[in-house]
């Protein structure tokens, strides 16, 4: 077996250790999982969690929405994107 070192957040790994604790299990046995079932989210097609949020299937549907409204109509998506979001706050 290999090993991978992977670098995170120390709340992160706070929360991965409390969860393996929990479920009495090791790190690595609950990263391994973790990896598993997220392959095998993918392999069966299904787009990540995150993509599968509320917010972000409202705004898909939006964008949808949109594109088949605007069809053939010409105009910059980029700038108005910029303009709708404001100015970015990292």
């Known amino acids: 077996m ?6 995170m957040p120390n709340e992160f790994l ?3 250790d409390k969860v393996a604790a929990g479920e ?3 790190r690595s046995e609950f990263i ?7 392959i095998a989210e993918r392999a069966a097609g299904n787009p990540p ?3 599968r949020a509320p917010g972000i299937r ?9 594109r088949e409204q605007l069809r053939g109509v010409k105009f910059d998506s980029v700038a108005l994107i910029r303009k709708m979001r404001g100015p970015l706050k990292w």
């Open 2 to 7: 290999a090993k991978v070192m992977i670098t």
């Open 49 to 51: 969690a995150r993509l």
């Open 32 to 38: 391994r999982e973790a990896i598993r079932a997220y």
């Open 24 to 26: 009495h299990r090791t």
């Open 14 to 16: 706070k929360q991965v």
């Open 58 to 66: 409202a705004a898909v549907e939006l964008q949808d929405r949109s």
